[in-house]
């Protein structure tokens, strides 16, 4: 490291900003920037930029149309983007593109950010990129980090910053213990405000870095680790903007004066909440949350294990107990290269030799971990008081020891600031930041994830993993697997870190990626959630019957926003105006993100 250490401007708090970090966690965030900026060597453009103006509108007119929504939402709600990109880090994450870019940081980029304050702004700007056929893409927060950040799918889109003016938390029910969000409220946000409320008796799930949007994370379909993890499941009514302008309320919503929006998701006939997850068929609002009663005691538990090859055995032993909620969490299944990335060194502290960093090499340093050698690390958590606690870890771990080698590690063996008790924290719905400390394994250390959906089945979750292993080999890159393990399934989390400063890395990642999911697809694995850069392959991956899905989704699409404004391309549903003009991005080495103009708008479709 360094030894010159230069003072590290300070992170923003949460009093200052909506998407700020906690007073409480203002130490480690200072920390964790100093080790991003330390051996940071990308160096930043300051010329002013062109913007990137999206095809089918020429530059005058696009100016013009954005003076026009000026004068709708105030000046100071609407920035062209043509300042120098700045990539910032987590905690500062940028508006105007992808800060882990895997293509150029140019593809992936905003023409103008504009900040609605409620929903009836939400409504003026959908009617304005009506009247100008601009292609606009809601953020929530804009983390989404592995993901494509707050980037939009087309280039030169107006990113509708939804989170800066609309960050309210509208309600927290203490009785039926659920809430209502806007898109700007983070997982900090709702943990603080409901310990300065003191309702000691609520807790919320959170994701491994806490900075995220509860609503955008929902609706990626994005999990935490406690049992609330799979948010979807636990949402509650959404407040939608429609492509058009109109404003639904589903489930309960649509009942004037309910008082059930938040307890019972599903109202009365058709479910529409599916269509605007994963979608661009609306811009959600409103999002309502259910909260997890304190149980009354927890306790965390890491297992290890120590072979490659006791992942089979593991997770044939790992399914039964998890559907009969033994296994009460969604608990992480680790490799033993990722904690000692958690350590947050950069790699060429253990390796400084080509390639992925060769097995015997990982084993050597993992001896100095505090929980010894091994491959797998299973960080599981108990709920309940102490009685019912006992029985349930007794089960489990009977099932755990009967792999040869496996070890229970007595938590009171492991320092204050051990990783395990960051899992803790999790698990117990208290957001952190620990995680990040893996994006410095290389300098400008940015990631993006593979996530495939696996059976919680041995031979299964074997597969994917030698499918992630042998790719990444191949390509020369370390991997950082970890399954998220939901009831009946797993996520194969794979995150590669790359330098995304250097473009045979950025290329080799993209190989990677792109090799990674036909392989998967082969085998009859798909992913859960991917990358801007990956959506039309993954999607051409779900193709049963001749495309059947796509085909409704377009139909949807179609119907839903005639002129295509919303999203486009999101999740690889394009609008008919972009049909046919190779913008899906399937192929390795493309060099642009863009395809050949869009087609005029139909006079028909006139709002
Ligand atoms: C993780 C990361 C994800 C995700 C689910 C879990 C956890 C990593 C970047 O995406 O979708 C440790």
């Not at 005058?60 to 000026?70: H, I, Q, R």
């Not at 929903?119 to 304005?128: D, P, R």
């Not at 009354?296 to 290890?304: M, Q």
Request: hydrophobic share 35%; with cysteine.
């Amino acid at each position: 490291m360094s030894s010159q250490k230069q003072a590290v401007p300070p992170t923003p708090l949460l009093e200052e900003k909506h998407n700020g970090i906690p007073a409480r966690l203002f130490d480690k965030a200072q920390k964790t920037k100093a080790r991003i900026l330390d051996i940071a060597t990308k160096t930043q453009v300051t010329r002013r930029r062109e913007p990137a103006i999206p095809q089918g509108i020429e530059k005058g007119k696009f100016l013009e149309a954005l003076e026009d929504l000026s004068r709708q939402l105030r000046k100071e709600n609407v920035e062209i983007v043509d300042k120098p990109l700045k990539d910032g880090w987590y905690m500062e994450n940028p508006n105007t593109h992808d800060s882990m870019h895997v293509l150029d940081d140019e593809e992936f980029i905003a023409s103008a950010i504009v900040y609605p304050g409620d929903t009836a702004e939400v409504q003026k700007i959908v009617l304005w990129a009506n009247k100008h056929h601009i292609p606009i893409f809601p953020i929530s927060i804009g983390r989404n980090f592995g993901y494509g950040g707050a980037a939009p799918r087309v280039r030169g889109s107006v990113v509708v910053d939804l989170g800066r003016r609309m960050n309210k938390i509208l309600d927290i029910n203490p009785d039926d213990c659920t809430c209502l969000v806007e898109p700007g409220v983070t997982f900090y946000a709702l943990y603080e405000e409901i310990q300065a409320r003191g309702y000691k008796h609520l807790w919320i799930d959170v994701p491994d870095l806490g900075g995220g949007s509860i609503l955008g994370n929902t609706l990626d379909r994005g999990v935490g680790y406690t049992p609330y993890g799979d948010h979807w499941t636990f949402h509650s009514g959404l407040e939608v903007v429609l492509p058009t302008g109109e404003v639904i309320r589903t489930g309960m919503g649509a009942l004037p004066n309910n008082n059930s929006w938040q307890i019972f998701p599903y109202g009365f006939g058709p479910y529409a909440d599916g269509i605007f997850s994963q979608s661009n068929f609306g811009i959600v609002t409103k999002l309502g949350m259910a909260l997890m009663p304190d149980p009354g005691g927890y306790e965390s538990y890491l297992y290890t294990f120590q072979k490659e090859e006791d992942l089979t055995q593991l997770v044939e032993i790992i399914r039964p107990l998890r559907i009969a909620n033994i296994l009460e969490n969604v608990a992480q299944l680790r490799h033993v290269v990722e904690q000692i990335a958690c350590l947050g060194k950069p790699r060429s502290t253990y390796w400084q030799g080509e390639g992925s960093m060769p097995d015997d090499v990982i084993h050597e340093v993992a001896k100095s971990l505090s929980h010894g050698d091994c491959t797998w690390l299973y960080y599981g958590m108990a709920y309940g008081p102490k009685e019912i606690r006992q029985y349930k870890l007794d089960i489990i771990h009977k099932e755990f020891m009967k792999i040869p080698g496996a070890r229970r590690i007595d938590p009171s063996t492991l320092p204050k600031d051990d990783y395990f008790w960051s899992r803790d924290r999790i698990a117990s719905g208290v957001p952190d930041l620990e995680e990040l400390a893996w994006v410095n394994w290389h300098p400008n250390g940015a990631h993006i994830a593979f996530s495939p959906v696996s059976p919680v089945r041995g031979v299964d979750a074997t597969k994917l993993w030698k499918i992630a292993k042998t790719r990444c080999n191949e390509n020369g890159l370390d991997l950082f697997p970890t399954y998220v393990v939901g009831l009946r399934e797993m996520h194969l989390i794979v995150e590669i870190v790359f330098n995304r400063d250097d473009p045979k890395m950025r290329k080799a990642i993209h190989d990677c990626m792109r090799a990674m999911i036909d392989d998967a697809a082969k085998e009859g694995y798909g992913e859960y959630r991917t990358h801007l850069a990956f959506m039309d392959q993954i999607a051409g991956t779900y193709n049963w019957n001749d495309n059947a899905l796509m085909k409704f989704n377009q139909r949807l699409k179609d119907c839903l926003d005639p002129n295509g404004i919303l999203a486009p391309g999101k999740s690889g549903v394009w609008p008919a105006r972009y049909r046919g003009r190779g913008w899906e991005l399937t192929k390795e080495g493309r060099e642009t993100s863009e395809g050949n103009g869009v087609a005029p708008p139909s006079a028909s479709t006139k709002l």
